[in-house]
């Protein structure tokens, strides 16, 4: 994937509701030389950033301790400062509109500031929101169909990753889609697509050599040090993907329960285990009475003990859950869309909170320990 420097938005100059933002940066922006600052739009791409970036560049997270980047909303201050810096990491989807809106304004007034979409090159493995975990299955499906023929482990039929014997994925149909069919999927509206792509580390794989081919476009003199410290990146994020397909492989229950907003659809749909949500996918969604009891009646149906919610929202649901049914306990897990300040200060960055943090509570609540 080659994002260009330049690329047309499909959200619109200037929608951002920052007033005359064109007018007060006029003198912060236009972008030093060379290449030594950016921001990202949230935890995850901050830190992916950064690891690509090494030593050349210091990537901001703007979003605080202890809150999402999904349905989050920045000051005021923050457009200076992008404006100020070299890039801006972001995913162009309506889900992150205010990301979205930033990142048209750069590209249509200040051309020193690179706006890198990390989604560029996924619309077509996108997973709709409107149909559930349904077209997951054909996300999990069209991203491994094409994977080579040395494996580490054999392709199961329901589609299941491959890896070669480097552990590398050799993902995806994308070197295989004919001309059309790409710029089919780019012109889909991103609005009906669930946005946590994030969280399957093989698509994260394929934002990280994004993001790489973007600094590098910037900084062409360093383009192989990115391309370097990428490769490195998703050595790490190819052991994460291993280390689910175990738990996936050992798992003794075939469904859990995450009583907060819906996150991880797209380990639902390569993992082939169902994530039974209760809200949608904005933190804001809120569940109806039925929902709720249709939720109880499901893990008294199914035997299910733990109950998952999400670090940064309430466990009150999780609670109430188990209150309501035969469960006993709930457990945190995280989708990196944010971090804590005492996460940080122990240095957790996006592998270590999926391999500390989430995939115990996984485990545990499909009875893989």
């Known amino acids: 994937m080659n994002p260009t420097r330049r690329r047309v938005l499909r959200s619109g100059a200037g ?44 990537v901001e997270n ?64 996108m997973i709709d929101s409107s149909h559930g975990h349904g077209h997951g299955d054909e996300h999990a499906e069209d991203a491994d169909a094409h994977d080579g023929e040395d494996e580490h482990h054999d392709e199961t039929e329901d589609g299941h990753h491959n890896e070669t014997e480097d552990g590398h994925h050799n993902e995806t149909g994308d070197e295989h889609h004919d001309e059309h069919a790409d710029e089919t999927a780019s012109e889909v509206d991103r609005g009906q697509f669930d946005p946590h792509v994030w969280v399957d580390p093989v ?5 990280v050599d994004t993001i790489a081919a973007g600094f590098a476009e910037i900084d ?4 192989e040090s990115y391309e370097t410290n990428a490769a490195a990146y998703n050595d790490r994020l190819a052991d994460l993907d291993s280390q689910l397909q175990a738990l996936a492989d050992d798992a003794e229950r075939s469904t859990v329960v995450l009583a ?6 797209y380990v639902e749909a ?32 199914s035997g299910i003990d733990v109950i998952l919610y999400d670090r940064f929202e309430s466990d ?13 306990e709930t457990m945190a897990v995280t989708a990196g869309a944010g971090t804590l300040r005492e996460w940080a200060d122990d240095g957790l960055d996006f592998v270590d909170q999926m391999e500390q943090i989430t995939i115990p509570a996984f485990r545990r609540a499909l009875g893989a320990e």
């Open 15 to 58: 929608a951002l509701a920052l007033g005359g933002l064109a007018g007060c940066l006029d003198e912060t922006a236009g972008g030093p030389t060379g290449f030594d600052s950016a921001y990202a739009a949230f935890f995850a791409l901050a830190d992916w950033s950064q690891a690509v970036a090494g030593d050349a560049a210091t």
């Open 62 to 125: 703007p979003v605080d301790f202890g809150q999402l980047g999904h349905g989050w909303e920045p000051d005021g201050d923050l457009p200076r400062e992008v404006a100020s810096t070299d890039a801006f990491v972001y995913l162009d989807t309506p889900e992150f509109s205010w990301a979205q809106d930033l990142a048209s304004t750069l590209e249509a007034d200040y051309e020193g500031v690179a706006a890198i979409d990390a989604l560029d090159g996924l619309e077509s493995r």
């Open 203 to 207: 698509l994260a794989q394929e934002m």
């Open 220 to 223: 062409p003199e360093n383009g």
């Open 260 to 265: 907060t907003h819906s996150s991880f659809a």
């Open 270 to 301: 390569r993992y082939d285990f169902e994530i039974h949500t209760v809200a949608g996918i904005s933190p804001d969604a809120e569940p109806d009475s039925s929902e709720i009891a249709g939720t109880v009646d499901l893990v008294d149906e």
């Open 316 to 328: 009150r649901l999780a609670e109430t859950i188990v209150e309501n049914s035969g469960a006993t």
